[in-house]
């Protein structure tokens, strides 16, 4: 058995309402999931930040992606074609996190290949939930990971 502490998931959150940041931010915490949250706002800054940790190899890569569709200017639709079209992306597992209920929203991100596509809760213990979702896939991923 290690004795290694386990490594925090780097997550990157791209939200651009402050109170849900707030409340995922929250629901972590309450969760005690180890974990390293960056924030981007809208889906242009998403994209800066994602071509900046594939172009350095030493920039740490988010684990996963938490990513909202409707942001402001290049909204999360675009911003899941440009992460499935880069190959220095497109094996970060991405979750769709939307109050959009739009089947063809659903549809079109499950053609990009989203790991999975939740509906934003509208209270606390919903968000908690996701949040423990989110710790399950991510141990799924990193047990299929060491195993290859």
């Known amino acids: 058995m290690s004795s290694a502490r386990p490594v925090p998931i780097e997550i990157l959150l791209i939200e651009d309402d402050p109170g ?21 706002t809208d889906g242009a800054e998403a994209l800066r930040f994602l071509r900046r940790t594939a172009a350095d190899p030493t920039a740490t890569r988010p684990d996963i992606i938490l990513l909202d569709l409707n942001l402001p200017g290049i909204d999360g639709r675009t911003v899941l074609k440009v992460i499935h079209a880069d190959p220095a992306l497109n094996r970060i597992p991405v979750v769709v996190l939307t109050s959009s209920t739009a089947e063809e929203d659903f549809l079109r991100s499950h053609a990009l290949q989203v790991d999975d596509y939740i509906a934003k809760p509208v209270d606390f213990a919903g968000l908690m939930h996701v949040v423990r979702r989110i710790e399950a896939f991510h141990i799924c991923v990193e047990r299929a990971t060491t195993a290859s």
């Open 20 to 40: 849900d940041v707030l409340i995922t931010r929250e629901a972590f915490a309450e969760n005690k999931l180890r974990n390293r949250l960056t924030v981007c």
